[in-house]
């Protein structure tokens, strides 16, 4: 039950202070998984969409939206891969809650990989080829 500081996050997007950060990080996109272009487009896209009205409902509604997630599972029959975080400083139970809900289904699969949040950009080749070798 954090509150986020929308309404200052919202300025400084206005003021042109995100894109400025933006700039200066990586956000994940770290070579040579990702070209300089690659990184200028996903840029591109982050100064687009950060902070955009829907992403600011949905960060206002984040902490009803976990309490609505509480206690749900997933369908018996949907095969689950899930490509965790091996090691969470800040949720250290993080890997544990995901081999729980892969294992609450007929198919599930957890594969963990060092990193950060940004999985999804360090080890784009990862989960695709771990996708790809689960659906062969």
Do not use: C
């Not at 250290?92 to 809900?101: F, G, T």
């Not at 289904?105 to 771990?130: E, S």
């Amino acid at each position: 039950d954090v509150e986020l500081p929308i309404g200052l996050l919202v300025t400084a997007r206005n003021l042109g202070l995100m894109r400025i950060i933006s700039g200066a990080a990586d956000g994940g996109y770290i070579p040579p998984a990702y070209s300089a272009e690659d990184r200028e487009q996903m840029h591109m896209f982050t100064n687009r969409n950060t902070l955009a009205p829907t992403y600011v409902d949905a960060m206002s509604r984040l902490g009803e939206t976990f309490r609505e997630a509480e206690g749900k599972e997933f369908p018996d029959d949907l095969p689950l891969l899930l490509f965790v975080q091996k090691q969470n400083k800040t949720v250290p139970e993080w890997l544990d809650l995901h081999e729980r809900q892969a294992a609450s289904v007929m198919d599930g699969t957890v594969i963990p990989l060092a990193g950060d949040h940004y999985l999804h950009h360090t080890h784009a080749k990862d989960i695709a080829d771990g996708f790809l070798a689960a659906h062969s």
